[in-house]
């Protein structure tokens, strides 16, 4: 303001001028202070005519929720009774149903049980009987191939005996043609030894004639070692052809041999084969027979355990509602009548 720069100001026109603002003030506020004592008189007469109205209201309702509760209580145990009486002829109807139904499943899986031994029994004597003819056929090829191969040995062990006997008399006779001859060269060349010795002392004069001689003498011996050793290259390759010749008989009745060898022993592998298919099936058809029987007895158990429980009365005991059930709502009289026709679907 621009009178606050001056101090007449200040204790003249503005400090009437604020002096009257709150006088003013001060009446309003007295103003409202009357009204607020008056609201707050007519309040705490409200608040003591509501405490007494909620005094009444709760002594009214104490009272009406004591009726409520005992007629409650009256309707609930009508209910029970009532529900008591329904499950009880619902739970005989459903334990003379669940017995004959029992009765029917468990002769029906008896017959069953009996149809599918009776089916094993046949089927597993049929294999039994399948195998032990296929095993005795098997059996007699087996004797009969392998006494054929032992006679073909025994006639090829007898050729071989004889041959050997025939080489070894043939051999024989050329040993003792070899040692006549072995003499009669050994008489020769002691004869021709004397000679020698006779040329040697008729001829020591002439030492030529002594050194030919002896150059024709060795010569001569040379030549005997050769045919001798030519004489024995024939004789091992006499002998090489013949074993070679041995050998490929030999090896054409050892490769008939293994040709009949891999034949039985296919045989037996494909017996081998269908011995372990047999064995195969038998172990699934065993397998599925104790599966079989095991949900029988499973089926057998269940059944006996629901008899059990129906004879005892385990699964028609309603249970008994307690009569301090925080879950059940309250209702007025006129609405209690809903629980005379209860509608039990009994499953």
């Not at 149809?115 to 089927?123: D, V």
């Not at 090896?251 to 296919?266: G, H, I, R, S, T």
Request: one cysteine or more; proline letters at 2%.
């Amino acid at each position: 303001m621009g009178c606050s720069s001056s101090k007449l100001c200040l204790y003249s026109q503005c400090a009437a001028a604020r002096r009257e603002e709150a006088l003013k003030q001060r009446k309003e506020l007295s103003q409202e202070l009357v009204n607020l004592r008056g609201e707050l008189v007519t309040t705490s007469a409200a608040c003591e005519k509501l405490e007494r109205d909620r005094n009444e209201l709760q002594v009214a309702y104490e009272g009406f929720l004591q009726k409520l509760n005992e007629q409650h209580h009256n309707d609930l145990a009508e209910l029970e009774e009532r529900l008591k009486q329904f499950y009880t002829a619902e739970c005989e109807k459903l334990q003379s149903i669940c017995i004959e139904e029992a009765e029917k499943y468990k002769a029906q899986l008896q017959e069953q049980v009996d149809n599918l031994n009776i089916t094993h029994e046949n089927f597993k004597l049929e294999l039994e009987r399948s195998h032990s003819e296929k095993v005795e056929e098997l059996r007699k090829e087996y004797e009969s191939s392998f006494s054929e191969l032992k006679s073909a040995h025994e006639s090829e062990k007898k050729l071989l005996e004889d041959s050997f006997t025939e080489k070894q008399e043939s051999l024989e006779k050329k040993i003792d043609e070899l040692k006549c001859e072995n003499d009669s060269l050994s008489e020769k060349l002691k004869l021709e030894e004397q000679k020698q010795v006779a040329k040697e002392k008729a001829n020591l004069k002439n030492p030529q004639i002594m050194y030919l001689e002896q150059e024709l003498e060795s010569l001569k011996a040379v030549l005997e070692i050769k045919n001798e050793k030519l004489h024995q290259q024939d004789i091992k390759l006499m002998k090489m052809e013949k074993l070679l010749e041995n050998n490929t008989i030999l090896m054409d009745k050892l490769k008939k041999v293994q040709q009949e060898n891999e034949e039985l022993k296919a045989r037996m592998d494909k017996h081998m084969e269908l011995s372990r298919q047999l064995s195969t099936e038998q172990a699934v058809l065993q397998e599925s027979l104790e599966k079989e029987s095991k949900v029988n007895k499973r089926l057998s158990m269940e059944n006996e355990e629901l008899l059990w429980k129906l004879h005892n009365g385990d699964l028609c005991s309603p249970r008994k509602l307690s009569p301090s059930s925080p879950s059940v709502p309250l209702q007025s009289p006129r609405n209690s009548g809903n629980f005379s026709s209860p509608t039990v679907s009994p499953r």
